[in-house]
């Protein structure tokens, strides 16, 4: 038995005898009550205890990531397996972080669907690092709220200063930097960061035509565009009639057309409605489509709209300067976010966003109680965040962004994204060397949309099997894809975007949707 692990219990004397550790005397027999007690006994915060489970904890963490290829990379739990696994109430008495530890070994983690895993290639990536995780465990070591600039004046100030340092990386216009009337402020999520605007849009609106207008005011986006913008109108008390989710085809690689863009702000304009917001996308979830900024800008302009700029994804690819002409026209849009935590090595939640008018937050989303009145803030001298969020409380976020970019560096990051995007060119490649299969739609990053078509087969039956061929691949546990529609059909999306894959990986990937299409159209 290892001396730092207690699976005996010392105050049971029947277990003595057995006792690995031979107490030979009540001096060794007391330390061994002592360390007992100060693994059962552990305070709200001690620093030696801090370092000792906090050694154990990184330990752990560590081994997940060396083991991470052993698990099945999709959970193949059933709904309801945790609570058969679990008591039905908190322990009464302490235990120890091993028998806690076990129990995330044993019943937590077959619960996990592995993110971090080289075989996850659903959804988008959301990616954690070295880097990350020190900047998060920092940041939870500290543990303040900075809603204001006095409870933490580092938190304000460095937030301010690493989105500088990113907008300037992404070539953002001048107007986004904190030195003017706009400026940057770290959301949880590119949701939070699309409600916020559209509700500073609202009210400043609402302002000049009246409260009572709510009803007439329109939202415009492509039927592409993130589900969380409908979820924001709902919030914001948009009809739902006033969202307008323009159509998309592949003929213009499902970005939004600006004519049919100023068809409908016409249509609405000459119906008594207001045109309100766009929401422009830089890579949209399906086929990482890329809306024409410099048109839709313009036509915003013309028509007095709030223009905002969803680049949740794929900004991280603009630090590039290769990938930043995709950005282009972004000096007309109002506010501009992009989610570090996807494919910037930054451990979720990141997302940053850039507004040119920092005052259509501030009105929207300020309230000044007298309990957080201070010089500071009303001397009109610094930043409080709380007014830039929906929340009053926020995490030391820019710790993790700030390591992430000295640690790596930009050339390190640059090369990061570049090399998924290589891995993606190269399954786009493999799968076009399989007359079975095609590719959906133009890859521009490193997402790949392709599809089993079976020949002299119907498009119900050619959409079946691919839905067959996803199930079967994602219950395997060997990889984890997703899917999306695109012009009515069935698309399987092939996302390279985890820290750990490599080459091997995506070979070994394609191997697994070819061997098992090749089952099910045998079975066909």
């Not at 949740?312 to 570090?340: K, Q, T, W």
């Not at 039956?461 to 529609?485: C, E, M, P, W």
Request: proline share 5%; glycine share 6%; net charge neutral.
């Amino acid at each position: 038995m290892h001396t730092d692990k207690w699976d005996v219990n010392v105050y049971d004397t029947n277990t003595w005898p057995h006792c690995d550790y031979h107490i030979r005397s009540r001096q060794s027999f007391t330390k061994i009550i002592s360390k007992m007690e100060n693994v059962l006994n552990l305070k709200p915060m001690d620093a030696e205890q801090l370092r000792e489970h906090g050694h154990k904890m990184v330990d752990f963490i560590a081994d997940y990531y060396k083991n991470i290829e052993s698990f099945p990379v999709l959970s193949q739990v059933e709904p309801g397996y945790l609570r058969k696994l679990l008591p039905d109430s908190a322990p009464v008495q302490p235990e120890s972080l091993e028998t806690v530890l076990q129990d995330v070994q044993t019943k937590i983690l077959p619960g996990v669907t592995h993110w971090q895993s080289p075989d996850f290639y659903a959804y988008f990536p959301s990616n954690s690092s070295v880097a990350g995780f020190l900047g998060e465990m920092l940041s939870g070591g500290i543990n303040m709220v900075g809603f204001s600039w006095i409870t933490s004046p580092a938190a304000t100030e460095l937030e301010m200063i690493v989105l500088d340092w990113l907008a300037n990386l992404l070539k953002l216009p001048s107007d986004f930097l904190s030195n003017g009337q706009g400026g940057g402020a770290i959301q949880g999520t590119a949701s939070e960061a699309l409600l916020v605007v559209l509700l500073a849009a609202r009210d400043k609106v609402l302002r000049e035509v009246g409260k009572d207008r709510l009803g007439k005011l329109v939202v415009y986006a492509s039927d592409q565009t993130h589900s969380s913008l409908l979820k924001a109108c709902q919030i914001a008390g948009i009809h739902p009639e006033n969202c307008r989710a323009l159509k998309t085809g592949p003929c213009n690689e499902y970005a939004l057309s600006p004519e049919s863009l100023t068809d409908a702000i016409s249509h609405d304009v000459a119906s008594g409605l207001i045109p309100l917001f766009l929401c422009a996308t830089v890579g949209s979830t399906s086929s990482t489509a890329v809306d024409p900024l410099p048109a839709l800008g313009k036509i915003s302009k013309r028509y007095k709209i709030w223009f905002h700029v969803d680049a949740a994804y794929a900004g991280s690819a603009c630090i590039c300067p290769e990938y930043r002409h995709h950005l282009n026209g972004v000096e007309e849009a109002d506010s501009f976010n992009m989610n570090c935590h996807k494919w910037l090595l930054t451990n979720f939640d990141c997302s940053a966003l850039w507004i040119k008018d920092r005052n259509a937050l501030i009105q929207s989303l300020s309230t000044n109680p007298e309990f957080l009145k201070n010089k500071a803030s009303q001397g009109g001298t610094v930043v409080d965040y709380k007014d830039w969020q929906i929340p009053l409380g926020r995490r030391f976020r820019s710790l993790k962004l700030w390591m992430v970019l000295r640690l790596y560096g930009v050339e390190n990051l640059q090369s990061y994204i570049r090399n998924h995007i290589n891995l993606a060119k190269h399954f786009e490649f493999l799968v076009r060397q399989d007359p079975r299969f095609k590719i959906a739609a133009t890859r521009t990053f490193s997402l790949v949309c392709f599809r089993l078509v079976p020949a002299n087969k119907n498009e119900e039956y050619v959409n079946k099997v691919n839905r067959d061929l996803l199930d079967a691949v994602n219950s395997s546990g060997n990889i984890f894809i997703s899917h999306t529609v695109l012009s009515g059909k069935y698309i399987l999306r092939f996302a390279v975007g985890a820290p750990l894959t490599e080459e091997r990986h995506v070979v070994a990937a394609w191997k697994v949707l070819q061997e098992t299409a090749s089952t099910l159209l045998q079975k066909s």
